[in-house]
């Protein structure tokens, strides 16, 4: 169990009883409903981009409920555009909340805001001077926010910077925190409050050991010809230590082998000392160093945590999801599995070494990167106690691990897939397939799965993957002239789980609420030298990829419409007791672009679900979700037993991803970031009752 039980006296004592005893009577969680999790997080507080350590999304507030959502209103709406561009409008920063202030990240450069909770008004702003490491960033508008602790009474907040600098600031005031890591010798740096992760992210790894090219350079950060580094996600603390993952340019813009792996860090969180670093690519002695062959751990990189960790502050672990090793689509200079690329890593919190891990796909080439958080819950299985972390993906499963020991809740089988004929590649012959919970999406495409309302859609739908290779998931890519004739190969689920929609579960049942996306991709793969750009900063590395990603998103379909059947989105839930799926409702309503499409006149075409990815979160009452970018700038409260549509309300533009609540002064609070460009990107909305 994460931190200590919560008796059922605490705070609403009487609800918190009716809430268990329904759960009880409706067979979810028997066991752990007699007691909801304490999940390192004060009760109306909201101190994680997860809510918790456990990355939950779930508030334990009762005050907004199913009676009265609909009476919401608009306390106030925070502009995030003054402080800067946002890349397509588009935020993805959710704010944390602890002792009585709200924390945020605003635009590409990642300013700190401290906001008053009650009006929005903006009380502090801290931004990182200027370095070329910034001018060179490739994800600087990716920040999902900032990290929180209290330490020794003080509250202080931690942030990552595009240049991958580790700043801590004074929760109150925003002033670097004093006495605490090393002075950066660059023009307008404090002096104190600030470490630069960079030297100790290389500290004895061998191209920069081998390096000739000069002393290191703190503005520029890594000479391009060895990689480039950055972050887009917190860091996270646990037990006083700050965890730092990473980001590096996404695997379908790269045309170079070369790159710096991204080694997970840990600092000591009243310091600022550097305490531990975790290989992700394994040295030689190293555990996992054998499943990298022809000596590709020597140079390639991008294995990181790009997405938001979490963690078990009672056992002491913090859980990474990490991303594939350099260049999606094509690994053929990087054979063997490639340890710990494409995986989920438990590492103790004090030394950072690994207690297990599990790879989720082998020898990852179809940019199946796990995209959120593990979540971590206190459920029932076999009528036993079991604590689990449960990751969501892109290939649309929820492994299931106990997440002390890493074994399977239940059984992962390895199973054939199929193979590749690129020259030069060499795939994993088997793939490890989760036995339960059944997949929460469409996995693969056939001719079955194609869109049908009209005979005449049909026959175009057919058309058009006629000059496809289509098949099932792990489906093998083709390269362009291949001798099929075949344009290039599709790749289905897209990411049925990604950036935009991370999931969220109740911790008092055990159900598990997955946002999900129906969508497949294609791409060509080309000789890596014909697509180079050797002029463009961000391109990174020396050799030239046999092959790399020519374009993306030409697979359509008939007259515009999806090329496969609805639902096009969905939310899931699942009950992480049993592993089996209580229901799935459709996230949002058809599309006035399909529901109007000329070709579908006459058609009944129920409700197909909206083409973008819902938001959800979990309160003790509700489960709460917003429609995604392309839906209607709404909320919903759904009964989280049923998914029935309790209720709705507008927003002032699209929500998006970070949403979360808080009781403030006796009042619940729910924010919702929302953008319609080009007039609310990156902005915050707060509703609160009467």
Avoid at 562 to 576: C, E, G, L, N, T
Wanted: charge should be negative; proline fraction near 9%.
């Amino acid at each position: 169990m994460i931190g200590s039980a919560r008796p059922i006296a605490h705070g609403r004592g009487f609800s918190r009883f009716l809430l268990v005893l329904a759960t009880v009577l409706f067979g979810i969680g028997d066991a752990v409903a007699a007691s909801a999790q304490d999940r390192d997080n004060p009760e109306g507080e909201w101190r994680y981009i997860g809510g918790d350590a456990a990355h939950t999304r779930y508030a334990p507030l009762d005050q907004i409920n199913g009676d009265n959502f609909e009476d919401l209103e608009i306390a106030w709406l925070w502009r995030g555009d003054n402080f800067g561009p946002f890349p397509l409008g588009v935020s993805r920063s959710t704010p944390v909340y602890a002792d009585g202030m709200l924390y945020t990240v605003a635009g590409e450069r990642r300013t700190v805001v401290a906001l008053d909770p009650d009006t929005g008004e903006t009380i502090w702003t801290y931004r990182e001077p200027h370095t070329t490491r910034f001018d060179r960033g490739m994800r600087n508008g990716y920040g999902k926010g900032v990290a929180y602790a209290e330490l020794d009474g003080r509250g202080v907040i931690y942030i990552v910077s595009p240049a991958f600098f580790l700043h801590a600031l004074d929760a109150k005031t925003g002033r670097p925190l004093e006495n605490w890591g090393t002075p950066v010798p660059l023009e307008g740096f404090p002096q104190t409050g600030v470490a630069d992760l960079l030297p100790d992210l290389i500290d004895g790894w061998g191209p920069w050991e081998s390096w000739d090219g000069g002393p290191y350079d703190p503005d520029f950060g890594i000479p391009r010809e060895l990689g480039y580094i950055t972050s887009s996600s917190p860091p996270i603390v646990v037990n006083d230590v700050v965890i730092v993952g990473n980001s590096a340019e996404q695997g379908y813009n790269q045309t170079r082998i070369e790159n710096v792996p991204g080694d997970i860090l840990g600092y000591d969180a009243r310091t600022g000392e550097h305490l531990w670093k975790f290989h992700v690519i394994p040295r030689p002695g190293e555990f996992g160093h054998e499943t990298w062959e022809n000596d590709a751990w020597e140079w390639t990189g991008d294995v990181s945590s790009w997405a938001p960790m979490s963690a078990d502050p009672e056992r002491g672990l913090v859980y990474i999801p990490t991303n594939p090793p350099t260049i999606d689509f094509y690994g053929g200079f990087r054979a063997g599995d490639g340890l710990f690329g494409t995986s989920v890593i438990a590492l103790d919190v004090q030394t950072g070494e690994r207690v297990w891990h599990f790879q989720t796909v082998h020898h990852d080439i179809w940019n199946f990167d796990n995209p959120t958080a593990p979540i971590a819950l206190d459920v029932t299985v076999d009528g036993q106690p079991t604590p689990i972390v449960v990751q969501t993906t892109k290939q649309g499963w929820a492994y299931t691990f106990n997440r002390e020991t890493g074994e399977p809740i239940w059984p992962i089988e390895e199973r054939p897939v199929p193979q590749s004929d690129v020259p030069g590649e060499q795939l994993s012959p088997t793939q490890p397939f989760p036995t339960r919970p059944a997949p929460y999406e469409m996995q693969g495409l056939t001719e079955d799965d194609l869109i049908d309302f009209t005979p005449e859609l049909r026959a175009e739908a057919l058309e058009i993957v006629s000059n496809y290779k289509i098949g099932p998931l792990f489906n093998a890519p083709i390269q362009m002239g291949h001798p099929s004739g075949l344009r290039s190969f599709v790749s289905c689920p897209s990411g049925a789980v990604n950036i935009p929609n991370p999931t969220s579960a109740d911790p008092v049942t055990g159900i598990l609420y997955v946002s999900t996306q129906r969508g497949c991709r294609s791409e060509r793969l080309v000789p890596g030298r014909e697509i180079d750009q050797p002029d463009d900063i961000m391109t990174t590395g020396t050799t030239f990829s046999q092959f790399a990603v020519l374009d993306r998103g030409d697979f359509r379909g008939p007259q515009g419409l999806p090329i496969f059947k609805p639902p096009y989105s969905r939310i899931v839930a699942i009950d992480m007791n049993t592993g089996e799926h209580l229901f799935a409702v459709p996230n949002g309503n058809t599309p006035e672009r399909i529901r109007e499409h000329p070709a579908l006149q006459g058609v009944e075409l129920g409700n197909t679900g909206n083409t973008g990815a819902g938001i959800t979160m979990v309160t003790e009452t509700l489960l709460l979700a917003a429609e995604g970018g392309s839906g209607e700038p709404v909320l919903h409260a759904l009964d989280k037993r049923t998914g029935e549509r309790l209720g709705t309300v507008e927003l002032p533009g699209q929500g998006r991803y970070g949403m979360m609540s808080y009781m403030h002064e006796g009042q619940q609070y729910i924010v919702v970031q929302v953008a319609s460009p080009p007039d609310l990107p990156g902005s915050l909305v707060a509703l609160r009752l009467p």
